[in-house]
């Protein structure tokens, strides 16, 4: 559910599923489709474009899902792929050294010899789609208790992962939609050797910084090229997307392939206001609690600024993002539009006997689950979702911890993320030889722990335990600097030996783990049980409902999973003033006049050099209507010929509300131009070695 995306979006694992009800017509635009379920007839009607299957899967098998949560698309047929910056900028950082400041200074590889391997991204192509909801829901009997009908639900999809990985070697996920409504399985294609091939500089890519921030105009070169190795060598793909170098033009069709994280466009009012009341303000007090500490920890020296760069970005992102959610969340427009969504619903099934008893006890439910949430989600944030401990190196205490444990059980009855099918992935994470910085990981546990106290109190048995007679900074430093779980070798190790290695280990930070460990797995199962299986359970009555008296295409709310969108190439009216569709490379270096070029809006040397040279009328980016949420980023945009136009970044303030509902009468999603991207590498980067890759069809 949302509540559970809320929490997970801090640590970059962005996933949702809520029902999306088809009682009112949709938005002009509206909608993040299925891939097996597109729509064709509403793109037909409104636009006179025939999605035809094999249009389809081209761009199905372009698109890419990044493990850091964002999107990507290959652009080549040597395994060249393109994404946001700030999707890459995870890999950047991790190689990056106070003597190679990549993210700073960018970087391009004139050969593949020169291409960076990244230390822990991972790639996922979608390959094929198949219906499981037989199987999944069969598991579950109307006289389980919701306990047992979790356990039962978990054991089926473990069991068909494994089973569909053993048979096929790809990476299988059964995934929820309209809240256990429907269950399909992913099979992707996984790529685990990445390495980077260009990133321009931080100050380009997010020229105007956090002030520019989901605003509108922007002229941000937010783009990083990557390339996929199998076997040690460049992947060979039979599908990738070719740039079309003439762009797009105001009122084109344009399409879009990505995986939105999550949305919450048709939770019921009780869940909304839950969101908006408690859940959040708690995660928007806590960006901000981070984005002052990193500022702080940033502002002493250089190379500190180096190390918290990408945390600091993505804190900031997330303090807007958070605002966002809530002014939506409050306004009583939106409230007015889904509550009287929801009373047309539930009129209809009130009114047809077969209906309510069916499916009209979902309301309630869905209350007295949100009740029960209400009464644990602060705990469940600070411990199972590691708001208190949300750092490098107690994860990956808490993974061997888990995994130890997770082990001695069967593959049916393992958490979710410690399936045999997730294996490869959590072995990844937990043995990746990225950089682990003392100082930036102490000031941030420490943070971390002050807020646990904040919330539990001094006195708590748990707070007392964790900090084992100390202040929280005393111990913040004395479980960094006293853990040996920098070294790869010990984490392989004490993985090695299992339950008994981990149980006798005087590891602090093992220790800690353990000692956090039972009461987080506890707030998990009270969730799991009492909370996430009765609203799944409720949600899937009223997706039920939904199609039971509604007719037409209809989608799942986002769920990190392969969607396809579409919209139009359109600017918006502010203010009285209308800003326009495109902006200009030519208007980059005029925004950044107006501000003395000084950052967040200084232009990069290369780009002041290259002036004489570049056609000033490029369009640098571009508005549209396409429906998108966080996850978007890094999504390729298409044109009806299924060639590459352009590629998401942002969206403007007002677009922060589709998390809730679409609208487009402001609301706008914002991309990099195609043009812009060539115009720069051939006439700035003079990246003669990509764009001729680029050029071939």
């Given at each position: 559910?949302?509540?559970?995306?809320?929490?997970?979006?801090?640590?970059?694992?962005?996933?949702?599923?809520?029902?999306?009800?088809?009682?009112?017509?949709?938005?002009?635009?509206?909608?993040?489709?299925?891939?097996?379920?597109?729509?064709?007839?509403?793109?037909?009607?409104?636009?006179?474009?025939?999605?035809?299957?094999q249009w389809l899967a081209h761009l199905q098998k372009s698109a890419i899902r990044m493990n850091v949560g964002g999107s990507a698309s290959f652009v080549s047929a040597d395994g060249l792929l393109l994404t946001n910056h700030h999707v890459g900028l995870d890999c950047i950082e991790k190689?990056?050294?106070?003597?190679?400041?990549?993210?700073?200074?960018?970087?391009?590889?004139?050969?593949?010899?020169?291409?960076?391997?990244?230390?822990?991204?991972?790639?996922?192509?979608?390959?094929?789609?198949?219906?499981?909801?037989?199987?999944?829901?069969?598991?579950?009997?109307?006289?389980?208790?919701?306990?047992?009908?979790?356990?039962?639900?978990?054991?089926?999809?473990?069991?068909?992962?494994?089973?569909?990985?053993?048979?096929?070697?790809?990476?299988?996920?059964?995934?929820?939609?309209?809240?256990?409504?429907?269950?399909?399985?992913?099979?992707?294609?996984?790529?685990?050797?990445?390495?980077?091939?260009?990133?321009?500089?931080?100050?380009?890519?997010?020229?105007?910084?956090?002030?520019?921030?989901?605003?509108?105009?922007?002229y941000d070169l937010d783009i990083c090229f990557f390339r996929a190795y199998e076997n040690d060598k460049p992947a060979r793909v039979d599908h990738f997307l070719w740039m079309d170098p003439a762009g797009v033009k105001d009122g084109d069709l344009i399409l879009i392939a990505g995986h939105?994280?999550?949305?919450?466009?048709?939770?019921?009012?009780?869940?909304?206001?839950?969101?908006?009341?408690?859940?959040?303000?708690?995660?928007?007090?806590?960006?901000?609690?981070?984005?002052?500490?990193?500022?702080?920890?940033?502002?002493?020296?250089?190379?500190?600024?180096?190390?918290?760069?990408?945390?600091?970005?993505?804190?900031?992102?997330?303090?807007?993002?958070?605002?966002?959610?809530?002014?939506?969340?409050?306004?009583?427009?939106?409230?007015?539009?889904?509550?009287?969504?929801?009373?047309?619903?539930?009129?209809?099934?009130?009114?047809?006997?077969?209906?309510?008893?069916?499916?009209?006890?979902?309301?309630?439910?869905?209350?007295?689950?949100d009740a029960v949430f209400r009464s644990i989600f602060r705990q469940h944030a600070l411990l199972e979702s590691g708001v208190a401990f949300d750092r490098v190196l107690f994860r990956k205490a808490r993974t061997l911890v888990r995994l130890a444990e997770e082990n001695s059980k069967s593959?049916?009855?393992?958490?979710?993320?410690?399936?045999?099918?997730?294996?490869?992935?959590?072995?990844?994470?937990?043995?990746?030889?990225?950089?682990?910085?003392?100082?930036?990981?102490?000031?941030?546990?420490?943070?971390?722990?002050?807020?646990?106290?904040?919330?539990?109190?001094?006195?708590?048995?748990?707070?007392?335990?964790?900090?084992?007679?100390?202040?929280?900074?005393?111990?913040?430093?004395?479980?960094?600097?006293?853990?040996?779980?920098?070294?790869?070798?010990?984490?392989?190790?004490?993985?090695?030996?299992?339950?008994?290695?981990?149980?006798?280990?005087?590891?602090?930070?093992?220790?800690?783990?353990?000692?956090?460990?039972?009461?987080?797995?506890?707030?998990?199962?009270?969730?799991?049980?009492?909370?996430?299986?009765?609203?799944?359970?409720?949600?899937?009555?009223?997706?039920?409902?939904?199609?039971?008296?509604?007719?037409?295409?209809?989608?799942?709310?986002?769920?990190?999973?392969?969607?396809?969108?579409?919209?139009?190439?359109?600017?918006?009216?502010?203010?009285?003033?209308?800003?326009?569709?495109?902006?200009?490379?030519?208007?980059?270096?005029?925004?950044?006049?107006?501000?003395?070029?000084?950052?967040?809006?200084?232009?990069?040397?290369?780009?002041?050099?290259?002036?004489?040279?570049?056609?000033?009328?490029?369009?640098?980016?571009?508005?549209?209507?396409?429906?998108?949420?966080?996850?978007?980023?890094?999504?390729?945009?298409?044109?009806?010929?299924?060639?590459?136009?352009?590629?998401?970044?942002?969206?403007?303030?007002?677009?922060?509300?589709?998390?809730?509902?679409?609208?487009?009468?402001?609301?706008?999603?914002?991309?990099?131009?195609?043009?812009?991207?060539?115009?720069?590498?051939?006439?700035?980067?003079?990246?003669?070695?990509?764009?001729?890759?680029?050029?071939?069809?």
């Amino acid at each position: 559910m949302s509540r559970l995306r809320a929490s997970v979006s801090l640590i970059r694992a962005v996933v949702a599923c809520v029902v999306v009800l088809a009682v009112v017509p949709l938005a002009a635009d509206e909608g993040m489709w299925l891939f097996n379920a597109p729509p064709v007839r509403t793109l037909q009607e409104r636009y006179g474009f025939t999605a035809k299957p094999q249009w389809l899967a081209h761009l199905q098998k372009s698109a890419i899902r990044m493990n850091v949560g964002g999107s990507a698309s290959f652009v080549s047929a040597d395994g060249l792929l393109l994404t946001n910056h700030h999707v890459g900028l995870d890999c950047i950082e991790k190689f990056s050294t106070a003597e190679h400041d990549y993210a700073k200074a960018g970087y391009l590889a004139r050969t593949r010899a020169e291409e960076k391997k990244c230390a822990d991204l991972e790639m996922n192509v979608l390959m094929s789609i198949e219906d499981v909801t037989p199987r999944v829901a069969g598991a579950v009997t109307p006289s389980m208790s919701a306990a047992d009908a979790d356990k039962a639900r978990r054991a089926a999809m473990n069991t068909i992962e494994k089973e569909s990985f053993d048979k096929t070697g790809l990476r299988s996920d059964v995934v929820t939609l309209f809240q256990g409504a429907e269950y399909q399985l992913y099979r992707y294609k996984k790529y685990t050797d990445v390495r980077l091939v260009f990133a321009p500089e931080a100050s380009i890519s997010f020229f105007g910084g956090d002030p520019d921030n989901f605003e509108y105009p922007r002229y941000d070169l937010d783009i990083c090229f990557f390339r996929a190795y199998e076997n040690d060598k460049p992947a060979r793909v039979d599908h990738f997307l070719w740039m079309d170098p003439a762009g797009v033009k105001d009122g084109d069709l344009i399409l879009i392939a990505g995986h939105p994280g999550g949305t919450d466009r048709m939770n019921s009012i009780a869940d909304v206001r839950f969101l908006g009341d408690e859940l959040f303000p708690f995660f928007l007090d806590f960006a901000r609690r981070r984005e002052v500490l990193l500022r702080a920890f940033s502002e002493r020296n250089e190379e500190n600024a180096r190390r918290a760069h990408d945390e600091l970005f993505f804190s900031e992102n997330s303090r807007k993002a958070w605002i966002g959610y809530i002014d939506a969340a409050q306004d009583p427009a939106v409230m007015k539009k889904k509550a009287e969504s929801e009373a047309a619903l539930r009129r209809k099934v009130e009114s047809d006997p077969e209906l309510k008893q069916k499916y009209g006890d979902a309301w309630q439910t869905i209350e007295r689950a949100d009740a029960v949430f209400r009464s644990i989600f602060r705990q469940h944030a600070l411990l199972e979702s590691g708001v208190a401990f949300d750092r490098v190196l107690f994860r990956k205490a808490r993974t061997l911890v888990r995994l130890a444990e997770e082990n001695s059980k069967s593959n049916s009855e393992r958490l979710r993320e410690y399936r045999d099918s997730n294996r490869e992935s959590v072995e990844q994470q937990l043995y990746s030889e990225a950089p682990v910085y003392d100082d930036l990981q102490t000031v941030e546990l420490a943070s971390g722990l002050s807020h646990l106290v904040e919330v539990l109190g001094l006195d708590d048995p748990l707070v007392l335990q964790v900090l084992a007679g100390r202040s929280p900074s005393a111990r913040a430093y004395e479980l960094v600097h006293g853990t040996n779980l920098k070294d790869v070798a010990f984490r392989k190790q004490l993985a090695a030996g299992g339950k008994a290695a981990i149980e006798t280990s005087d590891d602090p930070m093992i220790r800690l783990a353990r000692i956090v460990d039972p009461k987080s797995r506890e707030l998990r199962t009270a969730y799991e049980q009492r909370v996430e299986e009765p609203l799944r359970q409720a949600y899937a009555k009223i997706a039920r409902a939904s199609f039971a008296t509604s007719t037409g295409e209809t989608y799942p709310d986002a769920t990190f999973t392969l969607r396809l969108g579409f919209g139009t190439v359109k600017g918006f009216e502010e203010a009285g003033r209308s800003l326009p569709w495109r902006t200009t490379i030519g208007g980059a270096f005029t925004h950044a006049a107006e501000h003395s070029n000084q950052p967040p809006f200084d232009l990069p040397r290369s780009w002041l050099d290259a002036k004489p040279r570049l056609n000033l009328d490029t369009p640098m980016n571009f508005l549209s209507t396409v429906d998108t949420i966080g996850g978007n980023s890094g999504s390729p945009i298409v044109s009806r010929q299924g060639d590459f136009v352009g590629i998401f970044f942002d969206t403007n303030l007002e677009a922060l509300g589709w998390d809730f509902v679409y609208d487009d009468r402001q609301g706008r999603a914002i991309a990099v131009d195609v043009r812009a991207i060539l115009e720069a590498l051939q006439q700035i980067y003079k990246a003669d070695n990509i764009l001729s890759e680029l050029k071939q069809k």
